[in-house]
Nanobody, 123 residues
Framework: VTQLVESGGGSVQTGGSLRLSCIASGFPFSLYAMSWARQAPGKGGEWISTITPNGGRTEYADSVKGRSTISRGDAKTTLYRQMDNLKAEDTAMYYC????????????????WGQGTQVTVVS
């Protein structure tokens, strides 16, 4: 059974940092691109970043570019997201997902979502 479990969220002050993790199981993690997406209260889903299976290519949404780093540890089948200089608009539920199409930044191409981890940025 494919499973993704996110963790690392919490409440943080503006300008602070968090590191999110996503532990994957039930599929060959090292063969798939992985992505992070988020959903803020009352808004639709927003793609955040994607990383290739070998970690050699990453891409970020403009809203987080320069403040966020996606990485992966294949030995631990874990996806990471380092978030720095957090802003109030980063408050959202964050999800990791598997990219089944090889490479995509479109939420519609993502499958096997985790349950999410909440990030709340307070001033």
């Amino acid at each position: 059974v494919t499973q993704l479990v996110e963790s690392g969220g919490g409440s943080v002050q503006t300008g602070g940092s968090l590191r999110l993790s996503c532990i994957a199981s039930g599929f060959p993690f090292s063969l798939y691109a992985m992505s992070w997406a988020r959903q803020a209260p009352g808004k639709g889903g927003e793609w955040i970043s994607t990383i290739t299976p070998n970690g050699g290519r990453t891409e970020y949404a403009d809203s987080v570019k320069g403040r966020s780093t996606i990485s992966r540890g294949d030995a631990k089948t874990t996806l990471y997201r380092q978030m720095d200089n957090l802003k109030a608009e980063d408050t959202a539920m964050y999800y990791c997902a598997v990219v089944l199409t090889g490479w995509s930044t479109r939420i519609g191409d993502f499958r096997y979502w985790g349950q999410g981890t909440q990030v709340t940025v307070v001033s």
